[in-house]
C-alpha cells in the first residue's frame, strides 16, 4: 500500500483575514483558543493539542514558535504588512463589476495550503467521530444506526515532521514565487482526525527590474498568465498548473524517499472546498467506506452458503425443466385431441354439407323426371291421335287413294308422311326412359346420416 501527496489549496485578498486563520492555526498557543475551536470543530481532540507546533515569521526575519495566538498574530501581520509595503504599485482593492454581479479585480495576497499525513504513516483509531450531515445531526447507516469515522495518528511524530518539511521544501523552492521569504506561519496539527500541517504564504516574489520592491505574482504561479506557457506555446490554465503541481510534488517526495502516489483526483482535492466542505466529503466517503465494509461481510455469507444456494437452485431449474417437458407433452395431446375432435367436426360438417347438396341435386332430379314423365305422356298422346288419323286413312286408302287434296298431294302420299311420323315420335318416345333416380330406401337411409 503506498501513500497519497497532495495539497489543498485556497487564495485570500483581505490582509486583515491573515489574522483570523493564524487564530485557528495557531490556537494549540492558547488553551482558550483550543477551546474556542474545538467547540466549532468536533474533529478536535482537546487532550492533543499539545502535540500541535506552531512558527511564524518575525519582522527580523526569525522563525519562531510564539507564545500565544494573540503574539502569532503579531508577527504575522507584521512580517506580511512589511512585504505587502514593498509591493510595486501597491495593493489594488476589488471593484465592483457590473456585469458580473461581483467585487473583482483586488490583488490576491495570500495562499493557504495544507497537506495531510498519507495513511501509510498513520496509525487507525477505528469508530471515534460521529459522521454528521449539514445540520449537525448523526449519519445513519442503513440499518438505522449511527455512522462513526476512524481517528488516524502518527505512528512516529518526528517522521511525521520529516515528511511535512519535505513538502515545504518543495514548496518554498519550486512552487512558491516569493520562495521561504514569502511563508508567513506554519502549522503541524496532531490534534484532528488526521494530523496535517497548514502553511500561510503572500503571493510576492522580487520584482525583475525594480530593485528593492516586490510584485504580485498570484496569477504565474496559481492562474493562466501570458508569461507562463506549455511545451506548445500556449497559457498555461490554472488546472493545468496544479496538475503539474501535484505531478512535480510526487516526484520530490518520491525523491526524498516517500512511497506516494498522486491523489486520484487533483484538481477537486486540492481547490473549491473550505475545511468544513472537505471534512464533509471525508464524512461521505467514510460512510461509503463502512457500507462497502457491510455489504463485503454479506457477501461473506453468502459466500458460505453458496454451495446450499446452488444445490437449491439447480434443483429449481431441474424442477423447471421437467414442469416445461411435462407442459410441451400436455400441448402436443391436446394440440392431437384438438386435431382428433376438429377432423370429427370437420366429417360431420362436410356430411352436412353433402347431404344438402344432393337433397338439392335429388329435388332437381325428381323435377326433371317429371318434366321428363309430362314429356313422355304428351308424346303418348301425339303417337295415339296419329295412330287413330293412321287408321282412318287406312281404311279410306283404297276409296280415295288416288283423290287429290288441297296441297295437291294424293291420299295415298299423305297417308306415307302420317307414318313417317308416327314412326319418328315412336322413336322420341322410346329414347325418352325415366332418370335413373335412387330408390325409396336409399333416400331414407342417406337422410337419416347413414
Known sequence: MVGRASLHITHGKNLGERGAV??????????????????????????????????????DGEWVQPASVAEAQRHVQEYGRSRADRVAGGIREDVWNE??????????????????????????????????????????????KPVRRSRWVARDPDEARRYFEDVEEFLVEHQIPGGRDALLARSIQHSESTPHAQWAFDTFADHPTKDGFLRADASRAWFSHRDVRDEDGKAMSGPAKLRRLHENLKAHMRERGWDVELTVDAEREGVGQDKAAYERTQDALRKAEAQAEKSEALRAVAKRDGDAAFEDRRAARKERTQAEEEAVSIRRKARDEGRKEGYAAGLAAGAKEARENLAEDLRAAQDARAAAEAQRAALARLAEDLEDELETARSLVGLAGAVRLKSGKTVAERVKEHEATALRAQRLLDDTSPLDLPSSSSRREFEAGG
Open 22 to 59: 493564524v487564530d485557528e492555526m495557531c490556537r494549540s498557543a492558547s488553551p482558550e483558543r483550543s477551546a474556542y475551536w474545538a467547540r466549532k470543530n468536533p474533529s478536535i481532540v482537546l487532550a492533543d493539542e499539545h502535540l500541535n507546533e506552531n512558527w511564524v515569521h518575525t519582522v
Open 99 to 144: 456585469r458580473k454581479q461581483k467585487a473583482t479585480g483586488g490583488t490576491v495576497t495570500t495562499s493557504y495550503l495544507v497537506a495531510h499525513l498519507p495513511r501509510t504513516l498513520c496509525k487507525e483509531v477505528p469508530n471515534v467521530y460521529p459522521v454528521l450531515d449539514d445540520k449537525g445531526n448523526p449519519v445513519l447507516d442503513d440499518d438505522g
